[in-house]
């Protein structure tokens, strides 16, 4: 059976949230469509926020995992 693709602002959401939780810049955001963008930062901002209050990686893929 194929494996279907993800949803794309599933996708950015989950790529800016890691982004947050390493500690990146919210200008390494890669999205230049509206929607995708807006994904991506909602991700980046909670990815920022666990990690100022000292979420580890492991913690944050189990946070992934239900979202």
């Known amino acids: 059976m194929r494996r279907q693709k993800r949803d794309m602002t599933e ?3 989950q790529r800016g949230y890691q982004a ?6 919210k200008d ?3 999205h230049n469509q509206e929607q995708l963008k ?5 991700g980046w ?7 100022w209050d000292g979420i580890d990686t492991a913690t944050a893929l ?4 239900f979202h």
């Open 20 to 25: 947050g939780i390493s500690g990146r810049q």
């Open 28 to 30: 390494n955001c890669p």
């Open 45 to 51: 901002r909670e990815g920022r926020t666990d990690h």
């Open 11 to 13: 996708r950015a959401y």
């Open 38 to 42: 807006q994904e991506w930062m909602s």
């Open 62 to 65: 189990q946070k992934q995992a």
